[in-house]
């Protein structure tokens, strides 16, 4: 099912709030384990997205969501966001990237975020792996958590997660337990109707990198995506 983010935004004007979705329908919708459980030790690992328009530093916390930061590093290292694009960016909130199906995609002619190829948006890696989030850690109400539950996700009272503040890495979904490869930066300005949905598992590291992720635009290619501990 395709979603277009403009239907996305004005469910937003009207209900204050929306969801960042990868499109789904490519994969299986069951979830899958993926063997990605790692021992919590390092507080943070440092990830290099190299672009066109220079390098991106962020900071990984395996301590806050340590299947998914497990999840980024193995692909990366597996060099499965070589070549791909950041397929979606909406003006001053977000740069979405990680759809391996974007790699054969020609940069978009614009609009309210979707990619010239209808098929880019459901990529991912094969397989769906469950949330981290901890609501309560976010400040969450308890008949807000019962709203979010009622549709479907689930929760880790045990994490420490984190807000969607400028600069956060989050994973984008298709809604609860969805999770592959594809992830967003939040560019601008704290998005608190995003809590609860999204698992944060990082940040933008500095300043420097953050100037380069307000100069991504549409199409612009990852040409590497590097870790170290």
Known sequence: MKIFILIVILLAVM????????????????????????????????????????????????????????????????????????HRVIPDFMIQGGDPLSKTDPRSAGGFGEASDPRVGTGGPGYKFEDEINPKSLGLSEAQIAQLESAGYSYDYTLASLPMDVGSLAMANSGPNTNGSQFFIVTYSPQPHLNGRHTVFGKVANDASMEVVRKITQGDVIQSVTASQ
């Open 15 to 86: 209900s204050g709030g929306y969801y960042l979705f990868f499109k789904g329908g490519s994969e299986e919708s069951e979830n899958v384990q993926t063997g990605l459980n790692q021992p919590k030790s390092a507080d943070k690992i440092m990830v290099t997205i190299s672009t066109q328009k220079g390098e991106i530093n962020l900071e990984l916390y395996p301590k806050v969501a340590p299947k998914t930061v497990a999840n980024f590093v193995k692909l990366a290292q597996e060099g499965f966001y070589n070549g791909t694009k950041f």
